[in-house]
């Protein structure tokens, strides 16, 4: 059974959302997976100044927890085009991982949120995608069999790159049922081929 591990950063609670989604479709295709978040570098008061979503159930990972799963999952907010400083810092950290090897054939995928259509969201999944390659992992974007991607009916993020959200000037739009169902997806493609590889 594949273990998947969804790593985020969420500000607002849009990426929160999509990790759970996509922890629910590795489910599915009978993984195990687990939740986590990266530490918060704002201090608690400039985080409640700044509106961001303080009760967030998810335990607080550690560099070290990288290497204990098969596929890895990250998601953040874009910060003008690339990952937020919180999820940056934190990948920083793996330079002791990467040196031994440890994360190394192992499944990775990235997930975005950002506040307008054409705002940085392929960008910021491809920051993330960068430091999977880096780590020497496999990656696995939401391809086209999930065709909820390409509707013209409805504002939707998702790209071939991963799952993503639009959140709004003032992160008033929650994710849409199309975006959850698009996370799900890619939470499933990535469970079935880390199972595939470490099966």
């Given at each position: 059974?594949?273990k998947?591990?969804?790593l985020y950063?969420?500000?607002?609670?849009?990426?929160?959302k999509?990790?759970?989604e996509?922890?629910a479709?590795?489910?599915?295709?009978?993984?195990?997976?687990?939740?986590?978040?990266v530490?918060?570098l704002?201090s608690?008061?400039?985080a409640?100044?700044?509106?961001?979503k303080?009760?967030q159930?998810?335990?607080?990972?550690?560099?070290?927890?990288?290497?204990?799963?098969d596929?890895?999952?990250?998601g953040?907010?874009t910060?003008f085009?690339?990952m937020?400083?919180?999820?940056?810092?934190?990948?920083?950290?793996?330079?002791?991982?990467?040196?031994?090897g440890?994360?190394?054939g192992?499944?990775?995928?990235?997930?975005?949120?950002?506040?307008?259509?054409?705002?940085g969201?392929?960008?910021?999944?491809?920051?993330?995608?960068?430091?999977?390659?880096?780590?020497g992992?496999?990656v696995?974007?939401?391809?086209?069999?999930?065709?909820?991607?390409?509707?013209?009916?409805?504002?939707?993020?998702g790209?071939?790159?991963?799952?993503?959200t639009i959140?709004g000037?003032?992160a008033e739009?929650?994710?849409?049922?199309?975006?959850l169902?698009?996370?799900?997806y890619?939470?499933?493609?990535?469970?079935?081929?880390?199972?595939?590889?470490?099966?």
């Amino acid at each position: 059974m594949a273990k998947i591990l969804v790593l985020y950063h969420s500000s607002y609670g849009h990426i929160e959302k999509l990790a759970h989604e996509i922890a629910a479709g590795a489910r599915e295709a009978g993984a195990t997976a687990d939740v986590k978040r990266v530490p918060e570098l704002l201090s608690p008061e400039a985080a409640k100044a700044a509106n961001y979503k303080q009760d967030q159930s998810a335990p607080v990972a550690i560099i070290d927890d990288l290497a204990e799963y098969d596929a890895i999952v990250i998601g953040t907010g874009t910060r003008f085009g690339r990952m937020s400083s919180q999820m940056a810092s934190f990948l920083d950290q793996a330079g002791g991982l990467w040196a031994k090897g440890a994360l190394q054939g192992k499944v990775g995928g990235a997930f975005a949120s950002s506040a307008t259509q054409h705002g940085g969201q392929e960008t910021t999944l491809f920051t993330i995608i960068t430091n999977l390659l880096h780590f020497g992992m496999t990656v696995v974007g939401l391809n086209y069999g999930f065709a909820g991607q390409m509707t013209l009916d409805e504002i939707t993020g998702g790209a071939p790159y991963g799952a993503t959200t639009i959140a709004g000037l003032n992160a008033e739009r929650q994710p849409s049922d199309n975006e959850l169902s698009g996370a799900r997806y890619q939470g499933r493609a990535i469970a079935e081929t880390a199972a595939k590889l470490h099966g």
